[in-house]
């Protein structure tokens, strides 16, 4: 297996990643992807973007709604299955843990989302872009990234 790395990943905080790449002895090179951050080069229909916790998905989910929805679109259109990783940790192992998310906006803004709505959220992107959320702890990304690829 050889794994391209979106050249957006930056650098330090994908070091354990590599490190794990390196460990299980997986060729891995930087280069631009059409969609997501993780791509095994034997099934490129295959791939996986890795967002840094739930707040980072909120943010993406509620901010940065269209450009998130664009890359879904996108990915919807070339036919490639996206997985999103969520280096969550904190007991939110499944997507309906996600119910169970207490937002640290809240306290700042009563607008904000709590954990059931972004569920919500996150279960009608699965549906309409056929996009799959999976959860790990920061420790075994790298472990799940090679896990998920090579099922496809």
Not at 11 to 34: G, M, P, T
Not at 43 to 49: H, Y
Not at 77 to 97: P, R
Request: aromatic content about 8%; proline content about 2%; glycine content about 4%.
């Amino acid at each position: 297996m050889i794994i391209q790395i979106d050249t957006r990943e930056k650098q330090r905080a994908i070091k354990n990643i590599v490190n794990e790449f390196d460990a299980n002895k997986i060729k891995h090179y930087s280069s631009k992807l059409y969609v997501g951050d993780y791509m095994n080069l034997d099934n490129p229909k295959t791939v996986i973007d890795r967002k840094q916790s739930l707040n980072e998905l909120y943010q993406n989910v509620c901010q940065g709604h269209k450009r998130f929805l664009n890359e879904l679109k996108r990915a919807l259109e070339a036919e490639t299955k996206m997985i999103i990783l969520c280096e969550h940790g904190d007991g939110i192992k499944t997507l309906e843990d996600v119910k169970k998310w207490k937002n640290p906006r809240l306290e700042l803004n009563p607008y904000a989302w709590d954990g059931a709505r972004l569920y919500k959220v996150l279960k009608t992107i699965c549906e309409k872009y056929k996009t799959k959320f999976l959860f790990c702890e920061k420790s075994e990304t790298g472990k799940r990234i090679i896990e998920i690829l090579e099922e496809g």
